[in-house]
């Protein structure tokens, strides 16, 4: 080194210079990686395998059946049946297209009740049939026309062998409940009869309104006059009040009495 370079300050070697060559080329093993412990994988692991197991149980039990195990229906009282004309026109049907005769022959009365013995004549036990339509048969209703003692529903019924079904039911109210008395293919074929004690009103016309009154005098009344019967362009009459005037009560007024002459001598 010359004495021109002494009194230069000299450059710094970096630590990778100074480190072996073997340190440099040694790769990090896990334990001095910044990643997560084996504990926490461990823990991971068992809340993952839990959740696993506890919802396989859960979706196991939910779909869990047995035939007639907790799986009965609430039996349904006929009173519940009856209790409104849309309500009995769909259990008649469904009881019908089921082959439930028996449900069928409470609900109805007249005509449908004889159409329903014809038909339990004509299936006989009906096992076959039920066994067939359960879980199969669907019915829906719907109210075309109703007063406060008859009715006219619609039922449709899908899932028969023959197909959609329609029927049109004739409903009448016996009491606080209801009865399918008569059954047509056609909503044609059932009218509906004017209930007995509803007012008869012509159909557009509206009911006469109460005549107006006034007070006349001495307390009678009078007819107040109708709009109607005044020609055409002339003003409505005014009404004059009267009012009946009572003589005074009250005493005349006292006349003064007249002054003493004087006496002359």
């Known amino acids: 080194m010359s004495e021109s370079d002494e009194g230069k300050p000299r450059p710094r070697r970096s630590a990778a210079a100074d480190a072996p060559a073997s340190a440099v080329s040694r ?32 979706r196991a039990a939910c779909n869990y059946q047995v035939e007639g195990e907790n799986l009965t229906p609430r039996p349904v009282s006929l009173e ?15 009881s019908v297209a089921s082959a439930e005769f028996s449900i069928a022959l409470q609900l109805s009365t007249g005509e449908a009740a004889d ?38 529903v619609r039922t449709r019924t899908i899932g028969t062998p023959g197909g959609e079904v329609i029927r049109y039911l004739g409903i009448e109210r016996e009491g606080r409940e209801w009865r399918v008395s008569r059954i047509s293919s056609e909503a044609s074929a059932i009218e509906l009869k004017q209930p ?70």
């Open 80 to 94: 519940q049946r009856t209790r409104s004309s849309k309500d009995v026109g769909l259990e008649f049907s469904q």
């Open 115 to 152: 159409w329903a013995k014809k038909e339990q004549s004509a299936c006989g036990t009906c096992e076959q049939q039920r066994k067939a339509a359960k879980g199969r048969v669907f019915t829906s209703a719907a109210v075309l026309q109703a007063n406060s003692t008859e009715a006219l």
């Open 27 to 58: 790769e990090l093993n896990e334990d001095e990686i910044d990643a997560p412990s084996k504990q926490t994988l461990v823990m991971l692991a068992v809340i993952s395998a839990s959740t696993l197991i506890m919802w396989a149980a859960g």
């Open 196 to 265: 007995s004690d509803a007012a008869q009103v012509p159909e557009g016309s509206a009911p006469e309104a109460p005549e107006e009154t006034e007070k006349g005098p001495e307390g009678s009344s009078v007819p107040a006059p109708q709009a109607d019967s005044l020609a055409p362009g002339a003003p409505a009459p005014k009404t004059k009040s009267t009012s009946v005037t009572t003589p005074s009560t009250a005493p005349p007024p006292k006349t003064p009495a007249p002054a003493p002459s004087k006496a002359q001598p």
